[in-house]
């Protein structure tokens, strides 16, 4: 427990740049999920998935140029890792939205909150240590 909270302290600026990134991909994917769903009425799972590729876009280009400051490292070392991380969160969103649709009988909406709540802590540490590992260097 000890030394995971000497990384939160070590990482708190890059922890926040990643969770304000994140909270405005959030925002971003919630908000193109509710037209697709909610004014369009598109299958959630295809609401979904408009609303996760849309945010993906913006999030890897801040996480990128903002929160690891890696833009020293060509897209092309960067897009496969990214894409694997992608594929990573996608299917746990789609999973866990899933889940909580046909078997917890919750709203669509709620849960894609959870399934983006879940993937967090996940996409940090792949994103921090080897999406954009570059940025480890300089701390």
């Not at 960067?78 to 969103?93: A, H, K, N, W």
Request: glycine residues 8%; proline residues 1%; positive net charge.
């Amino acid at each position: 427990m000890k030394k995971i909270y000497q990384f939160i302290l070590a990482d708190k600026h890059t922890i926040l740049s990643f969770l304000t990134v994140g909270s405005i991909t959030a925002g971003i994917n919630f908000i193109l999920f509710s037209i697709c769903f909610g004014f369009f009425h598109f299958y959630y799972q295809i609401a979904v998935s408009i609303a996760f590729i849309i945010g993906v876009l913006f999030h890897f280009n801040a996480n990128r140029y903002f929160t690891f400051k890696s833009q020293a490292v060509s897209f092309q070392q960067q897009i496969p890792r990214y894409v694997v991380l992608l594929m990573i969160g996608y299917l746990s969103t789609l999973t866990i939205t899933y889940s909580m649709v046909e078997m917890g009988h919750f709203s669509p909406y709620v849960g894609y909150v959870v399934a983006i709540g879940v993937t967090v802590g996940i996409n940090y540490l792949l994103s921090r240590f080897w999406v954009f590992a570059v940025y480890n260097k300089g701390g």
